[in-house]
């Protein structure tokens, strides 16, 4: 089975931190994603990577950056942390399927910046 | 990319089949129809993808009828485990075009109830 973890389940921080959420797959998925998920928002993509060192920006980059120096690894940077987002955020990687990709999701990380 | 409709929400009894309609009239012709399942504090997860007619596996099936512009995945017998919440996508079997693009809406939060 595909296997997406993530660094942190739960994780507290103060406004202006800067704040790494780290995200690991270990099925060489060439693409990797990070999204963010609030309450009546549905997921929203803040950025996606299709291989190394490559990344683009999704619906949400703002406040955020990103990094993938290795396949299997692809970190979520927020420089300097605000109060709106507090939110959790997911990370997923894809498997070219039948149809079209199917992305496999980590169990999320659910931040809170005071 | 094709946006989706689904009802907020849906209420069922143990033992039930369930069925969860999702429009998307904008559908394009290389576009596939995926459901995801999200129980709380998890990231989403595949359950099933077709293209037209019928397509079932051990979880659902997906019933999708000629001019494709709806869909509609059905769980026999539901149990309370299936509370989750369940959501529609389309997109395209071009990688170049699915990637990073996969809007997941609001989903439909289904309850089952004992």
């Known amino acids: 089975d595909v296997k997406v973890t993530q660094s942190s389940r739960y994780l507290v921080k103060r406004t202006g931190e800067k704040v790494f959420l780290e995200c690991v797959q270990d099925?060489?998925?060439?693409?990797m994603f990070w999204y963010r998920q609030d309450p009546g928002l549905g997921l929203r993509l803040i950025y996606f990577?299709?291989?190394?060192?490559?990344?683009e920006k999704g619906d949400i980059p703002e406040g955020y950056s990103v990094s993938r120096e290795k396949k299997e690894r692809f970190s979520l940077i927020l420089e300097s942390a605000s109060t709106n987002q507090t939110s959790m955020y997911l990370c997923?990687?894809?498997?070219?399927?039948?149809?079209?990709?199917?992305?496999?999701f980590g169990p999320g990380t659910r931040l809170l910046v005071l | 990319l094709a946006k989706t409709t689904q009802p907020i929400s849906m209420d069922s009894y143990e033992g039930q089949e369930v069925n969860i309609t999702c429009s998307h009239n904008?559908?394009?012709?290389?576009?596939?129809i995926t459901w995801y399942q999200q129980f709380p504090s998890q990231g989403p997860r595949f359950i099933i993808q077709g293209y037209k007619t019928k397509v079932t596996n051990e979880v659902a099936s997906l019933f999708i009828p000629a001019d494709r512009k709806s869909s509609t995945l059905s769980l026999p017998r539901v149990s309370l485990s299936d509370t989750a919440v369940y959501y529609c996508l389309v997109g395209d079997a071009d990688r170049g075009s699915t990637l990073g693009r996969l809007y997941f809406g609001r989903g439909t939060q289904l309850t089952v109830w004992p």
């Open positions: 099925m060489d998925h060439e693409n």
């Open positions: 997923a990687s894809t498997f070219r399927g039948e149809y079209q990709e199917t992305q496999y």
């Open positions: 990577s299709y291989d190394v060192k490559m990344k």
């Open positions: 904008n559908i394009a012709t290389n576009d596939y």
